[in-house]
Structures are given as structure tokens and as C-alpha cells.
């Protein structure tokens, strides 16, 4: 392996080996594999501190940091060791490693590729001696990318058995079997190939084995929707192949057949449009909802909303508009936004969490905004996972106890109970070999009914079972019970159960434990390991405990989460100790303030799509940290975050939310430096803009320029961009053109590529507004080679798009746009998708072909509207009338070109590179006389009658011409 080759790759799932070509070499089972294990694990850097440890912590610190130097250098002679780098107080791993690009596979869904991938176990064979920190460490990921592999493999199958190729599909469906036998969804999967196959004998074979192993080994029965398949597949009665409309990634559930019965009947009739599951927290109410997503027809479009994260009503309009692909902006405008999306295609929504919502003071509003959804839309249909009901006259209810369990201790009906199956399977992963028998009877059916069979809290008492036997767990709960009917004896029964489950596992937590536990209910939604480190105080162990209890859970992306019940319990358990909820919230807020400063210069580089994906997955704990700097840190604090966000927000179409939280931080008082102002200025300006504020935006830029120029040569430059682009919007060409080219000079003499790059991107637009392509090209060009050089793929989408509206070869420009509206796609750019999708609709309707523009034009158009984009939405209202014209429609073209025109009159801005030219005259001509009165109809239409007149344009079945009178 000496000499220059190609990039080795660590190979840890299964034997652990590098490889580099095509040759492999073994890495021995000794101390440099364990802390490569670590490295390459992690996509994120691993600090000094995390790897002391894991892999030192019975050494005192000194000694501890000496070894892992010594360890390091070892490390480093080897020959394939290059990609060992420091990354400020961690180490990273760069070079290929197996297990990322397994789970990145499983990520994006490639379940052939992951497959491929997975050659065993982590570290198959290997086991570190005297090393229990790190032992546990690799025992959780050992677990999880197991988890992961069944998944994948489950997930092929699926598509092999929806591509008609059952008998490609059950090979790794017995393989998965072998891993892990008592998995019903694999079992039903193989039932159904079996039944497409058309092959009784293989059903018999996978029923029966799986029938005899849990018999065996666990003294259960299979689920009784198990048996149905089977005998449906013995009596030639073959099911379809399942179309995934959703997929989760939590447990497989537990019973609830005749629940999720019940439900799919009712949503079957023509009133079953609003239930609501009701029940105690812990219920299952979630996991069930989840299920029945999962098992809707292809043709119904689902939705999974969480509301836990919600405070008031508007937060459920937000978290409604983000679940259907709607990016932020005032909870007024995304409601008025909702119907039009949901009035699309039928739609299943889950109302996840709502009970909190319908307490006062937002019941009203909560309430109203669903029932006028409900008559806005007639094909939506709503579930309401809730601890209350709602009270309004279309709501069916069906209430969830626990699941359900004997009430005497006969073996064979407790073999058949969900809920002696759901304990007895929790508790085989911590204590191998547990199963049903003549023993322990009487000790499940107590336990079950000390739990009332909630699944959380049976979930919480299994995870005892690595150091009780279950004798030990009744008493356990009974005692904890006690407890509770001395503090509060009027208690409902099954928040006591809960309540005496949550209590006892809590007290089991040594104090690190309980500290880390209480501190990790400040997050919204998930968080990351090292997020989970800074908050909890910076030690890994407390997280794999909590992890071995069942109270933190870690998703398929290496995210940790907690149940919404355990974290308002942990909630709970912080609000005793003030100090201390100040401390976490801080350590919270600070961890997100660097994340969002970390991420800023990334935004303009080759990282850009993944810097941008990790901010939006942690938008909620954003929104959090900003709440807390607000009510608690000084103006300086407030604007830093805001602005190093900026980007972030503008990119993926967060205007609104960033423009409210950039105009609260100017508005606070106190002394701050002079550019930071101006950088705030700046940037508020720039989304006030986009937002069709013209005044104040210029108003705004205008302060920013007082504050830096002559003073601050990059950001003066920034300023006079801002400046040219709201004067380009505006029709000041020519005042644009000396902003620009001024801010030009001082960026080519600061050599500011990226800058320099977006300013010749949009000077070169001044150009062709004034139709000199001579002057523009050339700059569109020399934006394109910085922006490439740069590897700023959003500006490159950018240059080339303006690239191709100054060509003459059509070809070429539908060539140019789709390239440059793949990126904004892969990018999330929704502002920049909306330009190219508006372009491309605009040449297809040029072109006569009217399906391709109506296509094209809708999602443009959707987009804008969206984004608050009201220059956009006047541009789309104008191409909707040319639309109009172009179908035969005259009437509603003058309607939609008088509507385009007021609003464009009303924002100040001139119509630029759009019109409906001619087709405007011939609708005049076809309408007659009354051609002004369907003008001046259009134009005093509300905005947004406007846009829904323009949808019904572009629609399939475009709306019929108004009539003439």
C-alpha cells in the first residue's frame, strides 16, 4: 500500500478491513480500530473529551490524554491512515467509510444499494476486553444499523413485490427472518408473495415456522391479522400489493386490529371525515394514526403533522403548511394558502398532539380553522390524535385504552394478548432468551394490568427486565402506585399507571442520568449527539443509559428523539430546579447560535445543499434558540444570529419568518457596531424586497449605506447590490446600472468572488432589460466560471438560467432552464424554481403546447403566491391570461390581465420581461363592447380570488368562460 492510489475505504460493516483498488487487508482487532470505529461512525467530528470516555474513563485524565496522543500517532503511521484529520477540538475521519454511505443510502431510499453494502453486523468478530463504556457504545450502534438493514431489506421486498417480482422478494425476506424471526411485517410480506406466486405450500412454510418460533421461544401467537393473510392465501383469496403512501421508521404495532378496522370503515363513508382518536398520552394514539397513513390507497395524498411544537393556533397553520410542502410565512396568509393545496387530490391529514391547542384561550380558533377547512375542501379528511375531544357535530370519536390482556392468568389467552406480546418482545432485547411461560403468567397479566396495558408505559417497565425478573417488576409498580395515591389519590387510573412507570424509571436513573434527561426537554422535535452533549453537559454514557431505559430513541438518521409524554414528563422534572431550566435553555440556545454562525459561509459553497438541509431538519430548535436570545440576551446577540440566518431563510423561502425576527432585532434598543447594523439593514432590505416592500426596503438599504460607506468596503458593496436590484425591480434601470457597477468596483478590487459573482449575474440582467444581450453575456458568463470555481451550485442555477434567456437557439434555452431548475430543486430554492418553472411555461405556451404550460405555469404560479413573491404572482397572473387567450377563453384574460395590472400598480413595480401582447387585443376583439367592463372586474378582484381564478386557468379542466353579461 505504498505510493499514491486511490482514496481508501474503511470497510466496518461485517469484518472489519480497508480498502484500496481492488485489494483489502484486514484491521486487527486492537486499539486503533476502536477509535477508527468512533470516527467513522460519525459524520460530525468526535471531541478529545467524548473519545476519553469511551475508551479511557477508568484512566485519570492525564494519563487518559497521554495514551490517546500515543494512540493517535500510532494511527497515523499506517499507511491508508490519511484520512485522519483534527477539525478544531474533534477529530473527523474524511476518507470513505461503509457505514455513511449505508446509512445515506438508507436515507434516500436506495434499498438495493444499502443491501449491497451490509456485509454484517458492525465489527462482526470483534470485541474490546476491559473497555464497558465503549462496549456500550458499540452494542447501541451495532443495534441500530441492524435496525436499519432489516428496514432496508423489508423496504426492497416491498419493491420487488410491488414490480410483480415475489420471488426475488422472498429470499430477503428470509434472510431478514433469520435475523430477526419474530417479525410479523416481514411475515406478512412473505404471505403476500406467496399469495402472488399463487403458492399455498411456501405460505405454509413461512406461517407455520413463524407460528413455531414464537411459540417456542416466546410462548405467543401470531397476530390475528397474520392468520387472516395466511388462510386467505390457503383459500386462494390473494391480497393486493401494498402501495406506500407513508412510511415511518418507529415500532411495528402491537394489535389495534379491530381499531384500525373501525377506522378505515368510517373513512370509507361520506361523513367519516373527522375522528378523532382519543386517549390517555402513552396510548398509542400516534403509532396507530401512523399505521392507518400507511395503509391508504396510492390515489389518496397523506400527511403526518405534529403539533406538539405548536403554542397557539397559528402554529398549527405553520405546521399544516410545512407538512404539505408550504414554506413559512404569517399563519393569515398560509391559511388562506391551505385550501387551494388540499383542493388538489382527497387528502388524509393526522392532527398529531392536539389536546394542548384545545385549551383556552386557542380552542375558538382551533376549532374554526378545522371545520373551515373541512368546508372548503370536501375531499380532505382529518384524524385528531387527542387527549380530549373536540365537541364539534361531525366528529366521530373511537377511544383507545390499553392493549388489550387477559384478566385471568391462562397461558394460551396471554400467548394471544398484544399486550403480554408487546412486553414480552421489549423485554427479549435487554434480556435474551425471555419468552411466555407457566413461570411467569401471573406476573405479565399483573403487569399489564398495574400498566392498564398502555404500550408506553409497558415499554418503559420492559426495559427494567436487564436487571429485575418480572416478580420484581410488579412489586416495583406497586410500590410506585402507593406512591402516587398518597401524593394525588384523585388521579385518573391511567395517568397513574403512566405516571408509576415514568416515576419508577426516573428513580432507577442515577443523578447524571436524571440531570441529562430533564435537560434534553428543551429541544423541539430531534437533536443531534453532539446538540445532546452540549446541553446535557458533555458526556456520552448519560445518553446510552437513557437509551437502555427506552427513554431516548434514536431515528434511522442517527437523530435522537423523546416521546412527547417523556418529555413533558422530564419537563416537569426541570421546572422544580430554575437554575438549572436556565442553564439548559442557554447551553440550547448557544449550541444553535454557533450552529447557525458555523453554517453561514457554507451556504455559498460546494456544502451548500447539505449545510441547508441540516438548518431546515432543525428549524423548530432554531425557532427555539431565537425565542430565548429575544427574551433574554442584549440586541447584539439577537442580530448576529438573525443575520448569520439570512441566507438560510432567503434560500429556502422562510421570507416572512426571516424578515419578522431580522425587524425585531433592529427594533431593540441598545448600542451595537456600526456594520453589524448595517449588515442587518441589509439583509431586511433584501427580503422587504422580495416581499414587494419597495419603500422600505430602499428605505432600509438607504440607513445601511449611511452606516458603511467609505467606512466598509465589502459591505458597502453589499448595500449599493441591494440598492440596484430594488431599483431594477422598480424600472430605474439606469439608476440600477450605477449600483451595481460601483458595487462591481469595489468587489473586483476586494476580490469578493462570490459577490462579485451575484452582482455580474444581475447587472447582466440591467442589460438585457434594456435589450443589450452584447453587454449581458458576457457577464452571465463570467458569473457562471466564478460560481463554478466557487462551487456555488445555487449561483450557477442562476448564471445559467439568465444564460439562457439571452440565446437565440430555443434549444439551447429549454436546455439552459431545466439544468438551472434541476439545481433549485435539489437545492430547495423555491424562488428561484418559480423563475425557471415560469420561463419554461412561458416557452411551451409559445410553442402551442398548452398541457406542458398549464403544468409548468401552476406550480409557478403556487410557488410565488407561497412566497409572497407579489412581483412573481403578478408576472404568473399575466402568463395565466395569456393562458386564457391561448384556450379560447377571452373573457377571463382580460379579468386575469386587469388583476395582473392592479397589482402591479399597487406594489410600484413596472411589468419587466413579461406582457400578454397581442392575445390582449384579440380578447378585446372577441369580447366586444364589453371588453372593459371584464378589465375593470379583474382588477378590483381580491388578491387572492385573483390567484385562484389564475389556478382554475391552468388547471386540467380550465374554468368556462364568464358570460358576457
Not at 409559445?846 to 403544468?855: D, F, I, P, Q, T
Amino acid at each position: 500500500m505504498n505510493g499514491p492510489g486511490p482514496e481508501p475505504t474503511l470497510l466496518l460493516l461485517g469484518p472489519p478491513e480497508v480498502e484500496a483498488g481492488s485489494a483489502r487487508f484486514p484491521l486487527p482487532a486492537e486499539a486503533p480500530l476502536w477509535l477508527l470505529t468512533l470516527l467513522g461512525c460519525h459524520e460530525e467530528p468526535v471531541t478529545r473529551p467524548e473519545l476519553l470516555e469511551l475508551l479511557y474513563a477508568q484512566v485519570d485524565e492525564p494519563a487518559a490524554r497521554n495514551r490517546l496522543r500515543n494512540l493517535l500517532h500510532r494511527l497515523r503511521q499506517q499507511p491508508w491512515s490519511g484520512g485522519l484529520q483534527a477539525s478544531g477540538p474533534g477529530l473527523y475521519w474524511t476518507a470513505p467509510v461503509d457505514v455513511r454511505t449505508f446509512r445515506q443510502a438508507c436515507r434516500d431510499g436506495r434499498w438495493a444499494e444499502a443491501l449491497a453494502l451490509y456485509r454484517g453486523p458492525l465489527l462482526d468478530g470483534c470485541r474490546p476486553a476491559d473497555l464497558p463504556e465503549f462496549e456500550a457504545w458499540l452494542d447501541a450502534e451495532r443495534d441500530e444499523l441492524q435496525a436499519s438493514w432489516l428496514d432496508a431489506a423489508l423496504q426492497h421486498a416491498a419493491e420487488l413485490e410491488r414490480a410483480g417480482q415475489a420471488r426475488l422478494a422472498l429470499p430477503w425476506l428470509d434472510r431478514l427472518l433469520g435475523v430477526s424471526p419474530y417479525s410479523e411485517e416481514a411475515v406478512q410480506a412473505a404471505l403476500r408473495c406467496a399469495a402472488q406466486l399463487g403458492d399455498p405450500a411456501e405460505a405454509e412454510r413461512v406461517y407455520s415456522r413463524f407460528q413455531l418460533q414464537l411459540q417456542r421461544d416466546l410462548g405467543v401467537y401470531p397476530s390475528a391479522a397474520t392468520t387472516r393473510l395466511y388462510e386467505g392465501v390457503q383459500q386462494a383469496a390473494a391480497p393486493a400489493a401494498p402501495l406506500p403512501t407513508f412510511r415511518h421508521s418507529g415500532p411495528p404495532l402491537f394489535g389495534r386490529h379491530h381499531e384500525l378496522a373501525w377506522i378505515q370503515e368510517r373513512l370509507d363513508q361520506p361523513d367519516g371525515r373527522l375522528l378523532t382518536l382519543l386517549g390517555p398520552g402513552g396510548a398509542g394514539k400516534t403509532r396507530l394514526s401512523q399505521e392507518v397513513l400507511a395503509g391508504q390507497d396510492a390515489g389518496v395524498r397523506v400527511a403526518f403533522v405534529p403539533l406538539e411544537a405548536a403554542t397557539a393556533a397559528e402554529g398549527m397553520v405553520t405546521a399544516l403548511a410545512a407538512a404539505l410542502g408550504l414554506p413559512p410565512g404569517p399563519a393569515e396568509t398560509l391559511a388562506a394558502q391551505l385550501p387551494p393545496v388540499l383542493q388538489t387530490g382527497p387528502h388524509l391529514l393526522v392532527l398529531d398532539n392536539l389536546e394542548h391547542l384545545l385549551a383556552a384561550p386557542s380552542r375558538a380558533e382551533v376549532l374554526t380553522l378545522i371545520q373551515t377547512l373541512l368546508e372548503a375542501v370536501p375531499t380532505l379528511r382529518l384524524i385528531v390524535t387527542s387527549r380530549v375531544r373536540l365537541g364539534l357535530q361531525a366528529e366521530w370519536v373511537i377511544s383507545l385504552g390499553g392493549l388489550d390482556y387477559p384478566q385471568i392468568a391462562r397461558l394460551d389467552l396471554a400467548a394471544q394478548s398484544s399486550a403480554v406480546r408487546l412486553f414480552v418482545e421489549r423485554a427479549g432485547r435487554v434480556r435474551g432468551g425471555f419468552g411466555l411461560t407457566p413461570q411467569n403468567v401471573d406476573d405479565l397479566i399483573r403487569v399489564c394490568q398495574l400498566t392498564e396495558g398502555l404500550p408506553l408505559a409497558l415499554e418503559l417497565t420492559a426495559a427494567w427486565m436487564g436487571t429485575f425478573d418480572v416478580a420484581d417488576v410488579v412489586a416495583e409498580l406497586s410500590a410506585s402506585l402507593d406512591l402516587l395515591d398518597s401524593d394525588a389519590p384523585d388521579r385518573p387510573e391511567r395517568h397513574r399507571s403512566l405516571r408509576a412507570a415514568f416515576g419508577h424509571s426516573w428513580r432507577l436513573l442515577g443523578p447524571d442520568e436524571q440531570r441529562a434527561l430533564a435537560r434534553l426537554s428543551v429541544f423541539r422535535g430531534g437533536f443531534e449527539r453532539a446538540a445532546a452533549l452540549a446541553v446535557t453537559g458533555g458526556r456520552l454514557r448519560p445518553l446510552l443509559t437513557l437509551a437502555d431505559h427506552s427513554l431516548l430513541r434514536r431515528d434511522r438518521a442517527g437523530r435522537y428523539t423523546l416521546h412527547e409524554v417523556v418529555r413533558q414528563y422530564a419537563a416537569e422534572q426541570l421546572q422544580r430546579q430554575p437554575a438549572e431550566q436556565v442553564q439548559a435553555r442557554q447551553a440550547h440556545a448557544d449550541w444553535y447560535a454557533a450552529l447557525a454562525q458555523e453554517a453561514a459561509p457554507h451556504l455559498h459553497g460546494p456544502e451548500q445543499t447539505d449545510w441547508l438541509a441540516r438548518l431546515q431538519t432543525e428549524h423548530d430548535n432554531l425557532e427555539a434558540a431565537l425565542e430565548w436570545t429575544f427574551a433574554q440576551a442584549g440586541v447584539q446577540q439577537a442580530l448576529e444570529l438573525t443575520v448569520a440566518l439570512h441566507w438560510f431563510w432567503y434560500v429556502r423561502g422562510h421570507h416572512r419568518s426571516g424578515y419578522g425576527w431580522l425587524r425585531m432585532a433592529l427594533e431593540r434598543p441598545g448600542e451595537v457596531p456600526a456594520p453589524l447594523r448595517a449588515a442587518a439593514l441589509s439583509r431586511l432590505g433584501g427580503l422587504a424586497r422580495d416581499l414587494g416592500e419597495y419603500p422600505q426596503a430602499q428605505a432600509w438599504l438607504e440607513q445601511a449605506l449611511t452606516l458603511v460607506q467609505d467606512r466598509d468596503a465589502r459591505l458597502e458593496a453589499e448595500v449599493r447590490h441591494g440598492l440596484g436590484l430594488s431599483r431594477r425591480e422598480r424600472g430605474e434601470l439606469e439608476a440600477a446600472g450605477l449600483q451595481l457597477q460601483r458595487a462591481e468596483q469595489l468587489q473586483r478590487t476586494l476580490e469578493l468572488p462570490w459577490a462579485l459573482a451575484s452582482t455580474l449575474n444581475d447587472l447582466g440582467i440591467v442589460w438585457a432589460l434594456q435589450d443589450d444581450l452584447d453587454r449581458a453575456r458576457p457577464l452571465f458568463q463570467e458569473s457562471l466560471t466564478l460560481k463554478e470555481r466557487i462551487g456555488d451550485r445555487q449561483g450557477v442555477a442562476y448564471a445559467l438560467a439568465n444564460l439562457a434567456n439571452v440565446t437565440d437557439d430555443l434549444g439551447e434555452y429549454q436546455r439552459l432552464t431545466e439544468q438551472s431548475l434541476a439545481i433549485k430543486r435539489e437545492l430547495g430554492d423555491r424562488q428561484g424554481m418559480a423563475n425557471s418553472l415560469f420561463n419554461l411555461a412561458d416557452m411551451h405556451l409559445n410553442r402551442g403546447e398548452l398541457a406542458m404550460a398549464r403544468h409548468l405555469l401552476q406550480e409557478a404560479l403556487e410557488l410565488y403566491w407561497q412566497l409572497g413573491r407579489q412581483r412573481g404572482v403578478a408576472a404568473a397572473l399575466t402568463e395565466a391570461a395569456k393562458l386564457a387567450a391561448s384556450s379560447s377563453l377571452p373573457l377571463l384574460c382580460l379579468q386575469l390581465a386587469g388583476a395582473a395590472d392592479a397589482l402591479l400598480e399597487a406594489v410600484g413595480v413596472p411589468a419587466q420581461g413579461f406582457a400578454v401582447g397581442g392575445l390582449l387585443e384579440q380578447a378585446r376583439t372577441l369580447a366586444g363592447d364589453g371588453w372593459a367592463d371584464h378589465y375593470r372586474r379583474g382588477a378590483a378582484l381580491p388578491l387572492e380570488a385573483a390567484v385562484r381564478l389564475a389556478l382554475e386557468v391552468t388547471s386540467e379542466q380550465a374554468a368556462p368562460d364568464p358570460s358576457p353579461s
